[in-house]
DNA sequence: GTCTATAAATAGATAGAC
DNA sequence: GTCTATCTATTTATAGAC
């Protein structure tokens, strides 16, 4: 069920307001697939979404808060997502899917890239209540999958359930789907199956 | 063998410009590696080095240039590694032995980072002939490596070779490793044998 | 809230003396 | 080659009219 689905009342103005900020949010999500956080300026934002700069100020207040809106719907859709794989699958099914979408997300441009060291906008992402809630409903729903599936020997026990999720998080921005698709030899979907065969195969033969 | 061992002549002055050259790009990997090629700013390399902003444009035309030495840098040491890979291992084990220095060359913060996606950069890099070269032979290598290791069965040879160069290629920038290093909960070591072991095993259970 | 115009700060790059 | 001082362009952010 989507989240958007969950709201109950709002006033014609409300809803307008809104519908800009999410036509905003998701140009700023675009664009920092593309061109990741430092090469994204204020000035594109504006341009691409049509409207004046100082428009886009009385939305949000600085830059850092225009990409964390882009993270917190991400992580929105991400537990949107995960809502909806199917309970009747094995843990070890479920995480396969989690790690295809997340894959299928940054093929399709949608996947917003961040630096890990930029410390302001660390601070705005430590700063927001619905990213943090949202990272960690979704850590909580992973990591218990993560648990039950090295209980029924299908994913390596030996390796801590942390080690398990950032490795599963980090298939959201794993260049080697760029650089496959450059090379240009292989179908999209040809990627995210190597990757997925890589991610829980390994590269060893078995 | 140490490359810098094969120069042969060299005059006391140009000797105390390749010292001062060596400096700022070994400067410029560490704050590459830090912060990536965004962050660091010309005034920062200068004043790290100790000499001023003019001073090192007599030496390197450009911040990509700057930025292009230091890979050039790596590839180097890269080549280096590689040269000195016993041979009486077996293929995979060379690769094995491969993908933990890159891993170590990063947790020890010397592995620069470059955006994938800045065309100025990338231009600086395809017109470096010693970046080129030193990309080249050090694929040539392990793509010979890889083949061998996918013959004697020890590698999954189902996998594109190319593929399974960029996952190399992709631990010298797994997130992973910092994540887990932030978590604080294991050793250097420790770490990397985890991304060691989900690298070549995977996730699944055998 | 949206706009035009502008402020304020920063960064890459250069001039010119020594 | 190294320095100080400066240029030029860009970028984040804001003032103020409507």
Redesign the pocket.
Known sequence: MNRAATVVKMSF?EQM?QA?EDAIVQTVNRLLAEKGFDA????EVAASV??????L???F????DLAAAAMVRVMRRAQDFLAGVALELSPLERLREVARWTMEVQLAGEMPSLPSQNSSLRAALMASKDYLDGLMQVSDTLGGWIEAAQKEGALNPALPPIAVLYTLYARACDPVLEFLKSSGQHTDAQIVELVMSTCFEGLNAR
Chains 1, 2 share one sequence.
């Open positions: 103005k307001l800009r994204m300026t204020v000035d049509g409207i004046a700069k100082a428009s100020y009385k939305h207040p600085s830059k850092e």
